[in-house]
């Protein structure tokens, strides 16, 4: 059974960085991406930001690219995000997925595979 833990959420100025955590745990990860999306209230879940288990390529969501950078530890099953210049319209509940993939349409995530989001939230 896959666990995901999300860490390093927090209240921030804008302006300001944060860098999330995320342990992956239980899976073989070697398909396809991993991601991290975010849901902000009364919004749906939307990616953020991908990387390729296999090599390093990476993929993000237009509104952040430049700003956040995402990379992994594979030894450790662990990825990371980290943010730089955030906005308010930043602030969401941060969710990591080891078991990511684009379905044609949109970049989603294995179910089953979340983790329970950590807390981001950007002040004026």
């Known amino acids: 059974q896959v666990q995901v833990h999300e860490s390093g959420g927090g209240l921030v100025q804008a302006g300001g960085s944060l860098r999330l955590s995320c342990a992956a745990s239980?899976?073989?990860?070697?398909?396809?991406?991993a991601g991290w999306f975010r849901q902000a209230p009364g919004k749906e879940r939307e990616f953020v930001a991908g990387?390729?288990?296999?090599?390093?390529?990476?993929y993000y969501r237009s509104t952040v690219k430049g700003r956040f950078t995402i990379s992994k530890d594979s030894a450790k099953n662990i990825i990371y995000l980290q943010m730089i210049e955030l906005k308010p319209e930043d602030s969401a509940v941060y969710y990591c997925?080891?078991?990511?993939?684009?379905?044609?349409?949109?970049?989603?995530?294995?179910?089953?595979?979340w983790g329970q989001g950590t807390q981001i939230t950007v002040s004026t």
């Open positions: 990387i390729d288990w296999e090599g390093d390529r990476t």
């Open positions: 239980g899976g073989t990860f070697t398909k396809n991406a």
């Open positions: 997925n080891p078991e990511t993939y684009w379905d044609g349409n949109r970049w989603r995530g294995v179910v089953g595979s």
